[in-house]
């Protein structure tokens, strides 16, 4: 799983019938990321796996001082 990318928002937001406004106001709100390139690079990170660091393995005694296995 890809961790580097710290950005937290909701993938999905309820809007009332007839609330038109706050649906204009995220259809602006995702116009905005999707400029910004916020959207592709989740997109990048999450579904390509680009920038995704190879998991390092845990810390061992018999490993790291031990010297037991490699």
């Known amino acids: 799983m890809p961790h580097p990318l710290a950005i937290r928002f909701p993938l999905a937001y309820p809007v ?4 038109l ?3 204009r106001f995220l259809g602006i709100w995702i116009d905005l990321q999707r400029k910004n390139g916020t959207i592709q690079a989740f997109y ?3 579904i ?3 920038d995704a660091r190879p998991k390092q ?3 061992s005694v ?3 001082v031990l010297h037991w296995v490699s």
């Open 16 to 19: 009332a019938r007839q609330d």
């Open 21 to 23: 406004e706050f649906a």
């Open 44 to 46: 990048d990170h999450w």
């Open 48 to 50: 390509l796996g680009r």
């Open 57 to 59: 393995p845990r810390w």
């Open 62 to 64: 018999i490993r790291n």
